[in-house]
């Protein structure tokens, strides 16, 4: 494998950071993940322009224009030779002597792309049973909506998922599900209306999440952006998640507790199908 690593493309296991990175000392840096299907970007865009605000919102300076990160991200993807990948494209605010004041003006922040072949049958393979969620207490800070590497609540939370057997952390604060550990969390209602966390500081926006209202609108699925609680998902006819690497994925059970059928619910399934084709256009 091949990472492109702060100008250079080498191979994977002998590319190395500082270990005065500020990303390793302080997780002072973003990142964003994208999937390549059929050898095309889906929802490139998206992800790019997600990536830009991390940057701002953290007042970092990014490695360089996005037409050239363009670039880099086709060529990480060609020198692998992969058509079906899963790319994790990472910033941080560079190499300095550890202090917590950012370091001085001019250091080059760090830019790492790695690539890894991503088999998405197996994603449909799963999307077909469906997966079973716990909940866990959102313990994350109060700015979750810039995507940065520190994740370590999130690692806790999927950590305590995968022992439970589960497939996702439903993430649970003040009563009210924010989103998933590294995905966001959806209910149906009895009328079909499609129900999501809104929009805060709360929860990571997801590029999937803002593709698949897209596609809601488009089949007429009414979409209503508000908390809601966890004893409500658990009473849900349905429930699914989102994220860029499992598109749309119903639930079938939270906490051992069966949702609707047991089985993946008809919005979900539609919603899947209506992700792949919109998200597979560019
Ligand atoms: N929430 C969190 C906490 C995540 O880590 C992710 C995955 N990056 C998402 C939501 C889903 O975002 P996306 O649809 O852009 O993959």
Not at 123 to 130: C, I, L, M, P, R
Not at 145 to 174: M, Q, S
Request: aromatic share 6%; with cysteine.
């Amino acid at each position: 494998r091949i990472a492109y690593v702060n100008g250079q493309y080498v191979p994977q296991n002998q590319a190395m950071v500082h270990i005065e990175d500020r990303g390793y000392q302080f997780a002072d840096g973003i990142y964003e993940v994208c999937v390549v299907v059929g050898g095309r970007y889906w929802d490139m865009e998206g992800h790019l322009a997600r990536m830009q605000r991390s940057l701002e919102e953290l007042q970092m300076t990014s490695p360089m224009d996005m037409r050239a990160l363009k670039v880099v991200m086709a060529e990480v993807v060609r020198r692998n030779r992969l058509k079906d990948a899963l790319v994790y494209m990472q910033v941080t605010r560079g190499v300095a002597p550890r202090n917590h004041a950012f370091p001085p003006e001019g250091t080059q922040p760090s830019l790492v792309i790695t690539a890894r072949r991503f088999n998405f049958d197996q994603s449909d393979e799963k999307a077909k049973k469906g997966v079973a969620v716990i909940s866990q207490p959102d313990i994350r800070w109060g700015r979750v909506d810039i995507k940065t590497v520190g994740l370590l609540p999130n690692a806790l939370a999927k950590e305590a998922a995968t022992k439970a057997g589960a497939a996702e952390a439903l993430l649970v604060r003040d009563g009210m599900v924010t989103e998933c550990s590294s995905s966001n969390a959806w209910i149906v209602d009895e009328t079909g209306a499609i129900i999501t966390h809104p929009k805060t500081n709360e929860i990571l926006g997801g590029i999937t999440r803002q593709t698949a209202i897209a596609c809601a609108e488009e089949l007429q699925i009414k979409v209503i952006e508000r908390p809601f609680t966890l004893e409500e998902a658990k009473a849900a006819p349905e429930a699914f998640l989102t994220s860029a690497t499992s598109f749309v994925m119903p639930i079938i059970s939270i906490d051992g507790a069966q949702i609707g059928a047991g089985k993946p619910g008809p919005v979900a399934l539609r919603l899947r199908e209506a992700y792949k084709a919109r998200a597979s256009r560019g």
